[in-house]
């Protein structure tokens, strides 16, 4: 009976993934802030910021400093050195998960709620954070701990279909997940690194990158 209660408990423990709790500031304010980017950049008055996902974004921060990281989303308002951005809203950038480079996960905020993190895509999309990509390589414990966080979501949520890297947004200008109304609002990203987005994408070839 014991050698069968060891078993389980290591099936559990291999079978599950464990996610850290670090939420965002995320009153009413933020709330209305986000019904308002929805509005003015998708042109839709919503009731609430429930999003129903279908993509999965994978970012880095290029920031080398997990709280240095959080800190910069915790804002509920955009900060002054991004106003290149705040003719879309005033809204902060977020993300849904946040990956220390030992490869611990924190969760932000629901992954139901829309999070303001990759342009024309944030309505579908479940965004994760990587720390670092400034001085310091992503590492091959981030790669597992996205391995385990999509596999996850994608368990989830059986709506997923498509995993991407944020420098691949614009593939998705023709497609009716992309909402963006103004035409000219589009950043270049280079994040997260190639090899590390094909990496990934490797333990998932049931998940998309949406071509033109």
Known sequence: MKKFLLILSLFIYANSIEIKQMPLNF????????????KNSYGLDVENIYIVPKVIVIHHTAMDDLKESYDRFNSETLT??????????????????????DGSIYALMPET????????LNLSSI????????????????????IELVKYLKEKY????????????TKFENHPLF??????????????????MESLRSNFPDLNSYQK
């Open 179 to 196: 909402l963006e109304r103004d035409a000219k609002y589009r950043t270049i990203k280079h994040d997260p690194a190639v090899w590390f």
């Open 113 to 120: 709620y829309m999070a303001r993190h990759v342009i024309g």
């Open 127 to 146: 965004g994760i954070e990587n720390i670092g990509g400034n001085k310091k390589e992503l590492t091959q414990e981030q790669l597992k701990a996205n």
């Open 158 to 169: 059986k709506t997923i279909e498509y995993l991407i890297g944020h420098y691949e947004y």
């Open 27 to 38: 009153t009413q304010k933020r709330i209305d802030l986000t019904k308002e980017y929805i």
């Open 80 to 101: 002054a050195d991004r106003n290149y951005i705040m003719k879309a809203g005033n809204l902060n950038v977020s993300a849904h998960f946040l990956v220390d480079f």
